[in-house]
């Protein structure tokens, strides 16, 4: 008797991963929890086919710009944090990733404020260890640091348009990150469009605060004077609030809205 054989086959194919990215810009390994905006970035734009993705782990990635080569990302939880960048190739939907971890502390990092009026642009408070003033590209989040602009003031009397100014600031341990105003990637993800309206302005007993198409989220109104210091804080109701201002001295003040935590918007009254 013979036997006959009997053969199975099973091909197997096996697809390449993308190149793995390598992420060439990023935070220090260790920030202070409200560490707001920090820019990331990857070495290279995406290979032919290949698209990029950042998630982020106890951290938020606020916005993502221009083939997501860079993306804005803000620590506001105490504890260990990671920060993804995702390579797929269209292709295959193969994935291949890098990683890069932060330590957030419990210290609390400082909110100053940024701001431009007469050629200047201007950082409160004036306690801050240390300035640098950049931009971010309004389309790509990519980050450029202005060489040698260390003081808490800056000159430039023509800010150059799809540009989202900032400075950074250390004091003590912590670092922060603070724009003029909410980048645009970030306002087009928070669908902003923010205006804060203060009457009557020159105020003696109070002002009143109204905020116009206003994102999601509990809002605050905060008072500072022009040394940076918190005068005041008020929750806004139905995007509203009346604050009273009699014991402020007479000067300029800056108000700056908040939406669970986040600055969107920022104006200035005069107190008589």
Known sequence: NMCGTDVATK???VNMLPPVPVI???????????????NYGAA?????????SWTALNATVWAQGADHQYALVSFTETGLANVTLSATYSATGCVSQSTVAVNVSAAIAQT??????????VCTPANEDSYQ???????TLDSTILTGQINQDYINTNPGAGKDYWVM????????KTYLSAPTALQ??????????IYPNPAQSQINVAVTAAPNGVMQAEIQNMLGQKMNTTTLTGNKATIDVATLPAGSYLVTIYSSGTKIATARFTKN
Do not use: K
């Not at 087009?188 to 309206?197: Q, R, T």
């Open 11 to 13: 091909i197997i194919v």
């Open 24 to 38: 060439a810009t990023q935070a220090p390994s260790t920030v202070c929890t409200g560490t707001m905006y920090q």
């Open 44 to 52: 290279t734009l995406p290979p032919a086919f290949t698209t990029y």
């Open 112 to 121: 100053p404020i940024a701001y431009y009026f007469n050629d200047h642009f």
């Open 133 to 139: 003033w950049g931009y971010d590209d309004a389309v």
């Open 169 to 176: 600031t250390t004091l003590g341990s912590c670092l922060q």
């Open 188 to 197: 087009n993800v928070n669908s902003s469009d923010v205006a804060i309206s």
